[in-house]
Structure formats: structure tokens, C-alpha cells
């Protein structure tokens, strides 16, 4: 397998000069080092996702753009597609799909927003749905795609990777087969959508051990997975620019009992590369999973860190050029290592 990996790396990177150049989509959170990334590197990025809409299960859609954000995306004509995602939890989005006047109060506020700020679609990023709300999801994407479609506008779709198309063995991935995975019917997404982003990023959480965030394996599965249901040329690959930072929590609960806390956090490469040099780590890069990642005493307990770099961006860019996929998306700006910038061409205008 080892061997395997090496070689379609090899061949990708000799072969992506040759490619259409794939689309960059980045996303944006409302964080200061998000937008100061988007704002040095904004000649660079094909596609802004910012996260600034939210819908509940009425269907009132709330939020609005960073006017500078906006602005600035403008001038450098940069296509804004903004995340709606849903702001009641689980329920609540359920009673939403379920409700045709509470979807159409959501997609005519979308119309609006749209017409109001000049942006140039929305991309939905619903999560933690029940599987057995698969076809009430497909029929939102559906209505509101031919909605937005009668203006001009585009619709994406950020999906679970949900391969191999089942609720697999073990309870853990039954879990993440009925309340993540199993919601996406990507066949029938991709009829209607005109982007499918595939977050294969996450193979290893806050919910589990330690490992990679996007190994190399497990993102070819997903995304040859995917491919036998979704276009290439409807296909965006998800690129993880964070890390994940796992160590051993405080065991005393608020209420004063006790358990087992074994933690994870988030960290982005201006906290993970400055980590490593203060505790004397030595980073390591795996050849299987095209990841680094470095491991440190505090305490006398092991913590470990996994943290996509500019190397395990530049392999995977390579693999998003060699599918002749139509892009990548990348979560989130201001995480990343700062050369991977240095692996992107100028953006392509259209």
C-alpha cells in the first residue's frame, strides 16, 4: 500500500502541470486571521465560502456579509457564495425540511440577500442530520436549487463522506452513519447542486484517538467512493488546512465527579509549528497518510499533534489536478501553514 500511495503521488505531482486548473474555493469564519488571509491572498482564491448565514427551523434566515470582506472580493472579482447552515440543532432543521412554507420562507430570503449583496449562489452546510431525513434533504436541495437557478444563482453542497455507502460494523460508525453519513444521497445531490464539496477532512475527531485528519488512504477511498456517484466536473475535494491537538483533560467534571476525559482541540499552524519548536518535538511526516504530525511529554502523559502542512496540501492539490476534479475546498482560512501558499498558481478569472 505504502508503495502504491508513493507512486500516485509521484505521478500526480509529474502529471498536474498539464491539468486544468482547479478550482480554489476557500472558506472564511468571521475570526480577524481569517479575513487578514483572505486579504493577502486573495489573487489566489477562485471561490469565497464565508460563513455568515444561519436558518432555523421557520425558515428566518439570519446574518449578513463583512462589507470589507465583500467589498474586497469584488474589486478583485472573487465569486462570493455564502454558508447557510442551520442555527435550531438537529430538530429543529428536521421541522424545517418538513415544512414547505418554513422552506419557502428560507429560499425567498436567499433570493433577497442575493440580489442585495451580488453574490454569485449559497452553499448549504447542514450537518448532524438523521439518515432517515435522506430524501426530505434531497428534495431542499431540489427546490431550492431550481429557485436559485431561475436567477442566475448557483447552489453547493458540503457533504459527509459517506463511503462505502453503509453503516459499516463497528457503533462508532453507526453513529456516523445515521446522524452524519447517511443523509447525503450524493447521485441524487449532484442532479441538482452545482458543486458537491467533499469534506474528507475529519477521518480522525474530537470523537476519536489519535490520527490523521485527512490520510492519505482514507481520502482516496472516499473520493473514488464519490466518484461513481458525483461528476468530476461537479466535484470539489476537501483539503483540511487545521490540525487536531490531543492530550489528557481535567478528570473532575463541573459538578465535582469524576471520568475519563480524553481531549481534542483545533489547532491552527501559528499554534501547532510554534508548539513543536517550544517542546522540543520532532516533527515527522508519514509517508502512508501524506501527513505530519509530532508527539510531546507534558506531565508524563503523551500528547500528540497531526498537522496538515504545505507537503500534505501540495499531495493532495496534486491529487484534485490528476482526478481532473473540479476543485478543492479548503476549511478554513487562517489556519494554514503559511506555504501553502506558495503551492497555488493565480487564480484563473472568469
Known sequence: ??????????????????????????????????????????????????????????????????????NMAKAHRVPVEPIVSMSAGRGGFHDLMHDETAKQH??????????????????????SISWTDRDAY????????????????????????NAPGHAGVGPFSKWMWQYWRGVYDLAALSKYADLICLMTYDQHTRWTVPGPVDGMPWMLAQLNYALTLVP???????IALYGYHWYTGDPVKADGTEASNIKADYIDADESIPLAKEQHADVQWDAVEHESWYYFYRDDMREWVFMPDAHSFRDRYAVVTQFGLEGFCSWVLGAEDPKVWDELPVAQRH
Open 1 to 70: 500500500m505504502k508503495r502504491l500511495i508513493l507512486l500516485l503521488v509521484a505521478t500526480l505531482a509529474c502529471g498536474s502541470a498539464f491539468a486544468k486548473q482547479p478550482d480554489a474555493l476557500f472558506y472564511l469564519m468571521g475570526s480577524q486571521k481569517s479575513v487578514n488571509s483572505f486579504e493577502a491572498h486573495v489573487d489566489k482564491i477562485g471561490l469565497l465560502v464565508p460563513t455568515w448565514y444561519g436558518v432555523d427551523n421557520q425558515g428566518l434566515v439570519s446574518g449578513g456579509p463583512n462589507l470589507y470582506v465583500l
Open 106 to 127: 428560507m429560499i425567498e430570503a436567499m433570493l433577497q440577500q442575493a440580489s442585495e449583496y451580488g453574490y454569485a449562489g449559497f452553499q448549504f452546510d447542514f450537518e
Open 138 to 161: 434531497t428534495l431542499l436541495v431540489k427546490q431550492t436549487a431550481e429557485a436559485l437557478h431561475k436567477h442566475g444563482l448557483k447552489l453547493s453542497i458540503a457533504v459527509v463522506p
Open 232 to 238: 468530476k466536473e461537479k466535484l470539489s475535494l476537501g
